[in-house]
Nanobody
C-alpha cells in the first residue's frame, strides 16, 4: 500500500491550497483515511477532520475553512484549504488504516505518505 501526497506549496494568509492523496495497492477497505500535520518544533497532530466510512467530521478550528472529499473509487482524497492562516504552516501527511491483501490473506495496517510542505506567509 502506497500513499502519495501532492499539492502543497507557498500561499499567503487568506489564500487557498488543495492537497491530494492517492492510495494504491491491494486495498480491501479503509478504516480511516485522514490527514495529519506537523508544524516546526511541534508534534505531529491529526488535522481536525476525519473520513471514516462515509462520515466527515470537522472541529471548530477548521470549520468553514477546510473541506474534505474523495473521488468515486474512494482511493484519492482531497483537502481543500481556504482562508489559510500562518498557523496552518506544517508538513501535511496522508494517513490510512486499511485492510489489504497480503500473501493470499487479508491484513490490517497503517500507512503514511511522504508528506507535503504547506507554508503560509502573513
Amino acid at each position: 500500500v502506497t500513499l502519495v501526497e501532492s499539492g502543497g506549496g507557498l500561499a499567503q494568509a487568506g489564500g487557498s491550497l488543495r492537497l491530494s492523496c492517492a492510495a494504491s495497492g491491494a486495498i480491501v477497505d479503509f478504516k480511516t483515511f485522514d490527514w495529519y500535520r506537523q508544524a516546526p518544533g511541534k508534534q505531529r497532530e491529526k488535522v481536525p477532520y476525519i473520513i471514516h466510512v462515509d462520515s466527515t467530521n470537522y472541529t471548530d478550528s477548521v470549520k468553514g475553512r477546510f473541506t474534505n472529499s474523495r473521488n468515486d473509487d474512494k482511493k484519492t482524497m482531497f483537502l481543500q484549504m481556504n482562508s489559510l492562516r500562518p498557523e496552518d504552516t506544517a508538513v501535511y501527511y496522508c494517513h490510512a488504516d486499511v485492510l489489504y491483501y497480503s500473501d493470499g490473506d487479508i491484513s490490517s495496517g497503517e500507512f503514511w505518505g511522504q508528506g507535503t510542505q504547506v507554508t503560509i506567509s502573513s
